[in-house]
C-alpha cells in the first residue's frame, strides 16, 4: 500500500508538470524507457551512538554495497527542448555492512553484513535537450528531486549478533535534489538508446533496537547511478 501511494503521488506531481507545457504537437508526445541502473554509493554514517556502544577506534560506522537493477521510464515531450521524466527501478536489495573495527569483542563487525532493505525511489527531473528534434545525438541535462523509502528491512544473523539479540531496524524516507546529464541517440522512427549519469542526495536516521534498546546514526548515501536504456516515443 506504502509503495503504491509513493508512485501515486510522483505520477502526480508529473502531471502537474506537464500539463504546465506549452502548445507543442510536433513528433511523439511520450516515451517509455526500459534499462538498466547501476548504482554506486559514496556512503558514509555518523558513529552509531546509544546505551552499550563501546568507545572504539575507528568508531562503528556502516556503508552500503553497490548494486544494479532494471531501469523504467515514463517521459512527457514538453516542447523541442523541454521534457518532464518520472524515473524508478525495480526496488533493488541493497545490503549494509559495518566499518570500523574487525570486530567487536570476538563478534566479526567491519566488512560484514549487517542488515538490509529494498529502496523504492521514484525521481521526477525536468530536463533540457540540446539542439533540434531532427538531430540523431542529442545531449541533455536535467534537476530534480528524489524520493527513497526503504521497505523490507531486515537485520542479518551478524547485524543480530553485533546488536546482541534480534535487532529491528527503522530508517526515515529522504527527499532530495536529483540531477542527471546524458545523452540520446535516436536510431529508428520512435526508437532511441541513451546513457546517463545520474546524482540523488539520500539521509535516512537509522534506528536499530535490540530487547528495547535503541542505537542511532545517520547515513548519507550518495548514490551515483550510470543508466543505459532503449526508449521509444508515441
Given amino acids: 500500500m506504502k509503495n503504491s501511494k509513493i508512485l501515486a503521488c510522483s505520477l502526480a506531481l508529473l502531471g502537474c508538470v506537464a500539463s504546465l507545457a506549452w502548445a507543442d504537437d510536433s513528433g511523439p508526445q511520450n516515451t517509455l524507457r526500459l534499462g538498466y541502473y547501476f548504482i554506486f554509493f559514496n ?3 555518523t558513529p ?10 575507528p568508531p562503528l560506522d ?3 554495497d ?12 514538453l516542447s523541442t ?14 545490503e549494509t555492512e559495518g566499518k570500523g573495527p574487525a570486530t567487536l569483542g570476538a563478534v566479526p563487525y567491519n566488512g560484514v553484513v549487517l542488515g538490509s532493505a529494498r529502496w523504492v525511489a521514484p525521481t521526477v527531473l525536468i530536463e533540457y535537450k540540446f539542439f533540434q528534434d531532427d538531430a540523431p545525438l542529442r545531449p541533455y541535462v536535467g534537476v530534480g528531486v528524489n524520493y527513497t523509502a526503504f521497505e523490507g528491512r531486515q537485520s542479518s544473523a551478524a547485524g543480530d549478533a553485533v546488536g546482541g539479540g534480534p535487532t529491528s531496524i527503522d530508517q526515515t524516507a529522504s527527499i532530495g535534489p536529483a540531477g542527471t546529464v546524458g545523452l540520446k541517440y535516436s536510431f529508428a522512427p520512435n526508437w532511441s538508446v541513451i546513457a546517463s549519469a545520474n546524482y540523488a542526495l539520500v539521509r535516512s536516521d537509522v534506528t536499530l533496537t535490540t530487547a528495547g534498546v535503541n542505537r542511532t546514526t545517520r547515513v548519507t548515501f550518495d548514490p551515483f547511478a550510470a543508466i543505459v536504456a532503449v526508449g521509444y516515443s508515441f
Avoid: M, Q
Avoid at 66 to 72: D, E, H, K, S
Avoid at 81 to 94: C, I, Q, S, V
Fill in 66 to 77: 553497490n548494486v544494479n537493477t532494471p531501469y523504467v521510464a515514463y517521459i512527457r515531450r
Fill in 43 to 45: 556512503s558514509s554514517s
Fill in 81 to 94: 527542448h523541454w521534457d518532464a521524466e518520472l524515473a524508478f527501478g525495480l526496488p533493488p536489495k541493497t
Fill in 48 to 57: 552509531i551512538t546509544g546505551p552499550f556502544v563501546p568507545a572504539e577506534t
Fill in 62 to 64: 556502516i556503508k552500503a
